[in-house]
C-alpha cells in the first residue's frame, strides 16, 4: 500500500463527491444500456458468426449419453473433466464455437490476454505439467491450455461444435433430458450440465444509423483478420492505409489499442468512460519457477489470492499486483477498534481517493498532452467499475496517429461515412466494436439461449423470473438432475478470479454425479425446504450498496446506474462478494457425507 496518502494535499470529500456525481450525470443518460438483440437483428446478428473456423456440413446426431455439458470454455472443460475423473464415459460437449475455448475462442483481437495472473488463471497446470510463459497469459496461450486439457481427458471427439443446443426438456417417463439442437440433433442424457460462462453474449450499443456504415465493422470478440491482416501477435499489415474507429475502453478495447495504433494510418478511439489503469507489469516467467514447487501449489496460490482479495491476512502476497494491491485495499478498509461507522464509511472514502489518485497520477506521468490526459483520468471510486490494468495503452496516446475522442453520453449517431459526436462527423473506413458482453448478472436462463423446460412444463425462465432459487446456485427444484456452474447472480459466490470459482464447480459437479452413480441414484430433485432455506440464506446476506452504487459512474458492476434495481434473490452465499471459502467447505463436506442433504432422491428401474 505504499504511495496511498488519504491526508495528502488537496483532498477535499465534498468537492470529490461534486466532482464524481457530476461525471456520473454526464453519463446516466436515456437509452444508455439499449443494446442490440443479436439472436434475431437481422442487421447485425451476422456479428454471432465465426470467422475463425469453416462450419462443416454433418448428419443430425441422434444418441443416449450419460452427460450433455453445455459450453466448451473453461467451465465445461473443466466440468467434463472432473466428470471423467468420477468414471464418466460418455460425454458429450455441445458449443456454438468451432473449437474449445470458450471466451477464449471467441477473443482472438490482437493483445488479448488474461489480467488475472497465469499461475493462478489457467487450469490444472499440475495435472498437465505446465508452466505458462508469461506472468499473463496471451489469449492464444491460454486457448490452448484449454485444448490440451479437453484432449487430455478426451472431450472433443464426441463434442458438437457449430451447434447451440434450441430446448432441453425433461422426460419424467424415461428419468432423462432430451437435448434439440439447431443442427437437428436429439440427444438424450442422464445429467446436464450448464457451463454456459458469465460473459457469453456480445454486447452490441444500439446507436442510430449504424446499420447504415458504408465501411466494415466487427465486433472485437469476432475479429476480422481477413480485414484488418495480420493475427493476434503479429502487425495487422492490412491497415496502413485505413482510419480506423475503435469504440469501446473496457479491457476489450484498451488491448487493441496500441496494435491498432502501430498499424492503422489513423486511429479514433470513442470513449465513454474512462477505465482506471493499473500497472500490468506483465514478464517473462522465470525460468526458475518451478523449482521447489510443492504438490498443490496451484490451489494454495489460488487460496493466497483469494484470501486477499476477503480481507484474510497472509503471510506472504504471492501474486503481488494490483488486485492484491489496490482493489483488495479498496474492498477491505480498515477497521480499527472503536471506530464508529461514520468513521469507517470516510475512511474508506478517503483511501478509495487516494487509490484513484495513484491512477490519475499515472494517466498524467504517461500521457504527454494535458487535455488528453484529463479526459482519460478516472473520476470516480474504484469497484464502480472493473479494473483494468495495462502497460502499452495510455503510452498508445502519445502516437500522433491515435485520437481520443471524448462522448461521455454515447455516439449521437453513424451515417455511411462514420460517428458522429457532438455534431463533428468522424470519417472512417472501419468501425471496431470494442463493447464487451452483457453483464455477469445477465441471469442464467439468458445466458443458456434456449428453454430449458422442467417438470410440469415450467420453464427455468418462468421460474426464476423473480429471482434465482436454488441449492447451492448449481441445482434447482423441478430440473431434476440438473447442474448449474456456479457463478454471479445465481446464488453461489463471486470471484476475481473466475477460474477458482470454475474449479469448484466442476469439482462438485464431478464428485456429485459420481456418488449419485455409485449409490445407484437414477434421479434426484432439490427438496423444496432446502431451495427454501438456501434462498433465505442469500436473501439475509444481501447488502443494499445503492446508497454508495448510486453515485458511481454508470457501468455492469452497478446495473448501468441502477443499483437499487439488483434483487435479494440473486445475491451471493455471504455478504458482498460472498464467503469462498465457508462457500467451498460445505460443497466439500456436502460430498464428504455422501448423503444427499437437500435432495430428493428416486430409483428407477427404467432409468438406463
Excluded at 1 to 7: H, K
Excluded at 196 to 215: Q, R, S, Y
Amino acid at each position: 500500500m505504499s504511495g496511498l496518502d488519504p491526508t495528502a494535499a488537496g483532498y477535499d470529500p465534498e468537492a470529490v463527491r461534486s466532482k464524481y456525481i457530476a461525471e456520473r450525470d454526464k453519463r446516466l443518460v436515456p437509452g444508455r444500456a439499449d443494446i442490440r438483440d443479436l439472436r434475431t437483428d437481422e442487421h447485425f446478428a451476422r456479428y454471432r458468426d465465426d470467422p475463425f473456423t469453416p462450419v462443416i456440413e454433418r448428419h443430425p446426431v441422434a444418441d443416449e449419453v450419460d452427460v450433455v455439458i453445455v459450453g466448451g470454455g473453461i467451465a465445461g472443460i473443466l466440468a467434463g473433466a472432473h466428470l471423467r475423473k468420477a468414471g464418466i464415459e460418455r460425454i458429450r460437449i455441445v458449443d456454438q464455437a468451432g473449437g474449445i475455448g470458450g471466451t477464449w475462442y471467441w477473443n482472438r483481437y490482437p493483445g488479448v490476454m488474461c489480467d488475472i495472473e497465469s499461475y493462478s488463471y489457467l487450469p490444472m497446470l499440475e495435472e498437465l505439467d505446465y508452466v505458462p510463459t508469461r506472468r499473463y497469459a496471451f489469449g492464444e496461450e491460454i486457448r490452448c491450455h484449454l485444448e490440451a486439457i479437453a484432449e487430455r481427458f478426451d472431450l472433443v471427439a464426441d463434442a458438437l461444435f457449430h451447434t447451440g443446443v434450441t430446448r432441453a426438456d425433461w422426460h419424467e417417463e424415461t428419468a432423462r433430458w432430451q437435448i434439440s439442437t439447431d443442427r437437428g440433433d436429439q440427444v438424450s442424457c442422464r445429467w446436464y450440465v450448464l457451463a454456459v460462462g458469465i460473459l457469453n453474449l456480445l454486447k452490441l450499443p444500439a446507436i442510430a444509423g449504424m446499420e447504415d456504415f458504408a465501411g466494415r465493422s466487427f465486433h472485437t470478440a469476432r475479429w476480422d483478420y481477413g480485414y484488418t491482416g495480420g493475427g493476434p501477435d503479429e502487425p495487422l499489415t492490412s491497415l496502413a492505409d485505413k482510419i480506423v474507429a475503435l469504440v469501446g475502453t473496457g479491457a476489450s478495447g484498451i488491448q487493441c489499442v496500441p496494435p491498432l495504433a502501430e498499424s492503422a494510418k489513423h486511429l479514433y478511439v470513442f470513449q465513454r468512460t474512462p477505465s482506471a489503469i493499473g500497472e500490468r507489469g506483465n514478464r517473462p516467467t522465470d525460468p526458475d519457477f518451478a523449482d521447489g514447487l510443492e504438490p498443490g501449489w496451484q490451489r494454495d496460490r489460488m487460496d493466497n489470492l483469494q484470501s486477499i482479495i476477503l480481507g484474510r491476512p497472509v503471510e506472504v502476497d504471492q501474486v503481488d499486483d494490483g488486485w492484491t494491491h489496490h482493489w483488495a485495499a479498496v474492498h477491505n478498509p480498515p477497521r480499527h477498534k472503536g471506530m464508529t461507522t461514520a468513521e469507517y464509511v470516510r475512511g474508506a472514502e478517503a483511501l478509495d481517493y487516494s487509490v484513484m489518485e495513484v491512477h490519475r497520477g499515472r494517466v498524467a506521468e504517461l500521457v504527454a498532452d494535458p487535455a488528453t490526459a484529463e479526459i482519460l483520468k478516472p473520476y470516480y471510486r474504484y469497484l464502480c467499475k472493473r479494473p483494468c490494468f495495462h502497460d502499452e495503452y495510455l503510452p498508445a496516446f502519445n502516437n500522433p496517429k491515435v485520437t481520443l475522442i471524448d462522448c461521455p453520453a454515447g455516439i449521437e449517431r453513424i451515417t455511411p461515412r462514420g460517428p458522429v459526436v457532438n455534431g463533428q462527423q468522424y470519417e472512417v473506413d472501419c468501425i471496431i466494436y470494442g463493447t464487451g458482453f452483457e453483464a455477469e448478472l445477465t441471469p442464467l436462463y439468458r445466458r443458456a439461449g434456449h428453454d430449458i423446460v422442467g417438470r410440469g412444463g415450467v420453464t427455468l425462465a418462468d421460474k426464476w423470473a423473480g429471482g434465482s432459487a436454488s441449492l447451492f446456485g448449481m441445482m434447482s427444484r423441478g430440473f431434476p438432475n440438473l447442474f448449474v456452474m456456479p457463478a454471479p447472480g445465481q446464488q453461489a459466490v463471486v470471484t476475481v478470479n473466475y477460474t477458482q470459482l470454475a474449479v469448484l464447480g466442476a469439482e462438485f459437479v464431478g464428485g456429485a454425479v459420481g456418488l449419485l452413480e455409485k449409490e445407484g441414484v437414477d434421479v434426484f430433485d432439490v427438496s423444496a425446504e432446502a431451495e427454501e432455506a438456501w434462498t433465505q440464506k442469500i436473501v439475509d446476506s444481501f447488502i443494499d450498496g445503492s446508497a454508495v452504487m448510486s453515485a458511481c459512474t454508470p457501468s455492469r458492476i452497478n446495473n448501468e446506474g441502477h443499483p437499487e434495481a439488483m434483487n435479494p434473490r440473486n445475491g451471493n452465499y455471504g455478504r458482498g462478494m460472498g464467503d469462498w471459502f465457508a462457500y467451498r467447505d460445505l460443497l466439500e463436506h456436502w460430498l464428504e457425507a455422501g448423503d444427499f442433504e437437500g435432495l430428493e432422491i428416486e430409483e428407477r428401474s427404467t432409468a438406463s
